[in-house]
């Protein structure tokens, strides 16, 4: 236990981190240096026979243009690289926010400048005083330094003549000075993430902006899911039709051939789009990202289905170009999501796609038999969630499930501005 304790209180002394810390404060005495000589040449300006108010006024200056450095985003970025690297403390770097979290963010960078320095000038004198003598004292023991080095010097009851109790003083010094390091050094780590570190309202903007992009990956996985997915089982039962009836009918092959190019197509514009979004590529202006598909192209979407099998009947009531924007693209998702699980699920089966626009709402009610072969719970896939995600987003409501035999989708979504337009998927 004994040798716990003093390996514990020796750690100090050897740890690596001691003398990285060192360093770290090293520097800011090195970057006080400069303020000290200002100050001492503004302190024999003002003693001196000079106009005062002349000296005054070139002391504020003076003042103001020294005080900048502190509050520059440079300053603090590069204290944060030094306190990564010396202090071994984990700092992001804040994201960008208000002009006010701004302005606390460059308050408490400013004021770890200054402590910094002033730690960095205590050490800084405290090496160049206490490190020479205490070698000194040491030296002294050996017969190491000239004659008259310590003459006259007398610390207490002892004298250059007390060499034994010199030297101890020395090495109490050196090792003193060794546990100041760690302790200030311990410190200033502990200190760094408070005043370098975000504050709370940059934790509460960066917790936002992580959960906007997860939102945003979301939405791409939906798009992915959807799009790609609707195209690819569409491409699956017409090219399953097309080698059933090449021999029978081969115009039949040929049109479910052309069908398949065409879905195909469809599918890798809308994989440029999310990959154009994955990208940046509007940013970095290296492309053009496709439009998303809205419910104005509801007559290829059912074609398209009609074309692998499914019959469909649609009625719609109203007028969907008047939908707004965002609410007719993930409308559009939500039928084609419907139509390619019946497609999976109710091959050949009639399909019934009812849409209404009316009272500031749209509606839409898709229904399918349910085969036996395939269950009556369908809920659990991916589609689905995407469905009530998307639902969810825009303030609507779902309903999912089977019902007297047929499966339903029913989804109410608002046409009306949203009380928060931030919802709105892009």
């Known amino acids: 236990m004994a040798g716990v304790t003093l390996r514990a209180a020796l750690a100090p002394l050897v740890s690596g981190a001691t003398y990285r810390r060192l360093v770290h404060l090293l520097l800011g005495g090195v970057i006080l240096l400069p303020y000290v000589l200002l100050g001492a040449a503004f302190a024999r300006l003002l003693t001196a ?20 450095p502190a509050f520059l985003g440079g300053t603090r970025s590069l204290e944060i690289a030094a306190a990564r690297a010396l202090l071994d403390v984990d700092l992001p770097e804040p994201p960008p926010g208000r002009p006010g979290v701004r302005m606390e963010t460059r308050l408490r960078g400013a004021l770890w400048f200054a402590v ?21 004292f040491i030296a002294q023991l050996f017969g190491l330094t000239t004659g008259g080095a310590l003459a006259g010097l007398r610390i207490g009851p002892l004298d250059e003549h007390d060499a034994g109790w010199l030297t101890v003083i020395g090495v109490l010094m050196l090792v003193g000075l060794a546990y100041a390091v760690a302790g200030l050094g311990a410190l200033a780590a502990l200190m760094a993430p408070v005043l370098l570190g975000p504050s709370p309202a940059e934790r509460i903007a960066a917790l936002e902006a992580e959960a906007a992009a997860l939102a945003e990956r979301n939405r791409l996985a939906r798009e992915l899911h959807d799009s790609v997915g609707h195209a690819l089982t569409v491409a699956t039962l017409q090219a399953a039709a097309a080698r059933e009836l090449l021999d029978r009918d081969p115009a039949f092959a040929r049109t479910a051939l052309a069908a398949i190019e065409r879905t195909s197509r469809a599918a890798m514009a809308d994989l440029d789009h999310v990959l154009g979004v994955l990208r940046d590529a509007e940013r970095a202006g290296t492309g053009v990202r496709a439009p998303q598909p809205t419910l ?42 419907g139509l390619t699980n019946a497609a999976r699920h109710a091959r050949g089966e009639r399909v019934t796609l009812h849409l209404a626009v009316a009272d500031g709402r749209l509606a839409i009610d898709l229904s399918n038999p349910v085969p036996a072969a395939s269950g009556e719970n369908r809920g659990g896939g991916r589609g689905l969630a995407g469905m009530r995600e998307r639902v969810h987003l825009l303030g609507g409501e779902l309903a999912v499930g089977a019902r007297e035999g047929r499966w339903r989708v029913s989804a109410r979504l608002p046409t009306a501005a949203p009380a928060d337009p931030g919802r709105l998927p892009r």
């Open 116 to 136: 910094h320095l002033l730690a960095g000038g205590l050490v800084g004198a405290a090496l160049l005083i206490a490190l020479p003598m205490a070698l000194v």
């Open 49 to 68: 026979d000079s106009p005062l108010p002349a000296a005054l006024l070139l002391l504020t200056v003076a003042t103001g243009i020294v005080a900048v």
């Open 296 to 337: 104005i192209g509801l007559d290829r979407l059912v074609a398209d289905a009609r074309r692998a099998g499914v019959p469909v009947e649609v009625r719609v009531d109203g007028a969907l170009d008047g939908v707004p924007a965002a609410v007719s693209r993930e409308g559009y998702r939500i039928v084609q999501e």
